[in-house]
């Protein structure tokens, strides 16, 4: 991934990110809102053939770098956050399964209340 950050005003950047998804800058952008100094975040729909990102920020002191900075932080925390409670999520079974029982290990035909009926020939049914 490559950053570039661009004045774009007094108070406002530009920032360029290369080769990234779209959800990164959305992440960012979402916690630029929280963020004290802020006015104004965007990101700039994408190009589907250009592989970058503009991000805009424009905040009422003069150093917008600074509120870049502390919300790459909030997303951070944010985002690791939620893969701790999807890792809490995916480590346990759904609630009401009891795996002793569980239909994972079994084949479909297996299952209780799936049968699978195999037609016979083919039939062809153009005119």
Not at 34 to 55: D, E, R, Y
Not at 102 to 120: A, F, L, N, Q, Y
Request: aromatic content about 2%; overall charge negative; cysteine-free.
């Amino acid at each position: 991934m490559n950053l570039k950050i661009n004045p774009a005003g007094e108070g406002a950047i530009k920032v360029e990110i290369e080769r990234e998804d779209y959800s990164l800058a959305d992440i960012v952008h979402k916690e630029l809102l929280n963020v004290k100094h802020v006015k104004f975040s965007g990101v700039a729909p994408p190009h589907p053939l250009i592989k970058t990102l503009t991000l805009e920020v424009s905040t009422d002191s003069t150093n917008p770098t600074k509120s870049l900075k502390e919300a790459l932080e909030l997303s951070k925390a944010r985002v690791t956050e939620l893969l701790n409670l999807a890792r809490e999520s995916f480590s346990q079974p759904p609630s009401g399964v009891d795996r002793a029982n569980s239909s994972e290990d079994m084949t479909v035909s297996e299952r209780p209340g799936i049968s699978i009926e195999e037609d016979e020939e083919p039939t062809n049914s153009s005119m």
